[in-house]
């Protein structure tokens, strides 16, 4: 029987790979970090070396499903047996990788899934990193952070300015300056914690970001810039696009679903949770604030005992009440975070 493909040109034979990547959160010592891996004996210092999320070919052969064959390639190369995962997003566009991979090698689907921990350790190629040291401009508990003032706005005024190509018009500029301001917050000081990829997404069209010079797009400017390390740990892949998008999801779910407790020790003091939700959303919330909050909600009860390993005053401990799942639709966190940092 003829083949379906015979007459087509050799790029609609080309094979398509599915890649599952996890993105595997953990708060430690008030930190947001992501478990990420290197080739064994690889430096941290050296630059030609990026971090990557642990990732693997989906194999249909071995597994029944994506989420299995995710947790079997975690545990093969991290040694760490997921609890909560959640699927993220499908990322299938074409011209996420460098052009070349694209057009001669292989297409590549990478499917991103969001994984919460309370722990792992750490060896050779695997480690963990606070999710800041690829985005430091999310980082707002002690204000603004000086790098979107000082490097960022500049580099994307700049870029607003320009005409995008030879037949754009003043409203073509105007729609990119205006995309800079909602996003990054710059002129009203709005900002949206939740907004995450959207803020990686136009640096990375921009040409500010590393792996937009890797994957040769034309608006790769300022390629001295783009090295800096200011801009953030640049990744393998789409990976730092893929813990974008994680860090978006995990953000956003806080204020409905009571997943920050999938973070949390069996027992913990509201100091303990405050710290933990203010390291996810990168804002500082008021202490009498955040207890009134958890205490209206319902999220916790006292187990009647208390602890000491704050090293200050014995501070009592507290549980998470698994009975709100059945007592109303959206059991979150409503934080009130503040924009400037307060006495705690």
């Known amino acids: 029987m003829p083949s379906a493909n015979r007459g087509l040109p050799d790029r609609h034979n080309k094979p398509v790979v599915i890649d599952l990547n996890a993105a595997i959160v953990r ?45 079997s390639w975690v545990q093969e190369q991290t040694q760490l047996s997921l609890g909560y995962v959640e699927q993220l997003y499908t990322f299938g566009d074409r011209g996420r990788h460098a052009q070349e991979v694209l057009d001669e090698i292989e297409h590549i689907v990478s499917v991103g899934y969001l994984a919460l921990t309370r722990g792992g350790e750490e060896r050779d190629g695997v ?79 921009a040409g500010l970001v590393r792996e937009a010079a890797r994957d040769g797009r034309s608006n790769a400017i300022a390629l001295g810039r783009a090295n800096d390390p200011q801009l953030g740990l640049p990744m393998q892949h789409d990976h730092r696009r893929i813990l974008a998008t994680a860090m978006s999801r995990l953000r956003a779910k806080l204020k409905y679903r009571p997943v920050v407790f999938e973070l949390m020790d069996d027992t913990f003091t509201l100091y303990e949770l405050q710290r933990t939700g203010e390291a996810l959303l990168g804002l500082h919330v008021h202490k ?7 205490e209206k909600a319902g999220l916790v009860e006292k187990t009647g005992r208390m602890s000491t390993r704050t090293g200050g005053r014995p501070a009592e401990l507290f549980r998470f009440r698994r009975e709100v799942f059945s007592e109303r639709p959206a059991p979150g966190l409503k934080l009130a975070p503040t924009r400037t940092r307060a006495n705690t």
């Open 27 to 71: 708060v430690a010592d008030g930190s947001p970090e992501i478990l990420a891996v290197r080739p064994s004996g690889a430096k941290d210092e050296d630059p030609a070396v990026w971090d990557a999320l642990p990732f693997g070919p989906f194999d249909p052969l071995k597994h029944r499903t994506m989420e299995i064959g995710l947790r």
């Open 127 to 205: 480690f963990w990193r606070s999710w800041y040291q690829y985005f430091p401009w999310e980082d707002w508990r002690d204000g603004k952070p000086a790098i979107i003032d000082r490097v960022i706005m500049p580099l994307l005024t700049d870029w607003a300015a320009r005409k995008p190509d030879p037949t754009s018009d003043e409203l073509s500029r105007g729609r990119r300056a205006d995309r800079v301001r909602f996003i990054f917050g710059s002129d009203d000081g709005n900002w949206d914690e939740e907004t995450v990829l959207e803020r990686y997404e136009l640096l990375y069209e």
């Open 288 to 294: 009498q604030n955040f207890r009134r909050l958890v």
